[in-house]
């Protein structure tokens, strides 16, 4: 007999400690998607809570960079849950998890074989929802002033007499 959130009345922390035990990355409930080994949650009003797991992952597997928080990729998609982008992004996501070999696209995120879900999301990147998705990230990822000093860019550069007297060849992580 399973016992639904609703009937336990699980708490925030016993949530995310038990998915911290079976080794989850993101917690999904009902309503919101959570990391367990960070502090951040996010809520879903049109979107699925597993499609919205999915939309972090696919983002992460796009543009990825290990020194860059979940949270960061949360921001860039949260615009997606919406109710006129939730039928396009819940049809994507489908097809996304029907390229997966009808195991789904999470599944390969609870086996970690990134270079599995990468193979899926090449053999669909011509498809209007892939070309939309990584085009909205562009700018919702790197868009983000918080995530500015995590590449080594200090932001617009004339305000303080452009980059020629400021280091402009000073990069060091090309």
Do not use: C
Request: aromatic content about 10%; glycine content about 10%.
């Amino acid at each position: 007999m399973t016992t639904t959130i609703r009937e336990r009345k699980l708490t925030r922390r016993e949530l995310l400690k038990s998915s911290v035990a079976a080794g989850a990355t993101l917690v999904v409930g009902a309503g919101f998607v959570a990391a367990s080994d960070a502090a951040w949650a996010t809520e879903t009003t049109a979107i699925k809570p597993e499609t919205m797991a999915t939309l972090i992952q696919m983002a992460r597997d796009i543009y990825p960079h290990d020194h860059v928080g979940d949270e960061y990729y949360v921001a860039a998609v949260k615009g997606y849950d919406t109710a006129d982008k939730a039928e396009m992004i819940e049809a994507g996501i489908a097809a996304l998890n029907a390229a997966a070999q009808g195991k789904g696209f999470a599944s390969y995120l609870a086996m970690g074989w990134e270079r599995d879900r990468v193979d899926v999301l090449r053999a669909m990147e011509n498809s209007a929802f892939f070309q939309t998705v990584r085009g909205g990230l562009v700018t919702g990822l790197y868009n983000q002033k918080a995530v500015w000093p995590l590449f080594g860019y200090e932001g617009e550069s004339y305000s303080k007499g452009g980059y020629i007297n400021r280091g402009f060849d000073d990069i060091n992580w090309l």
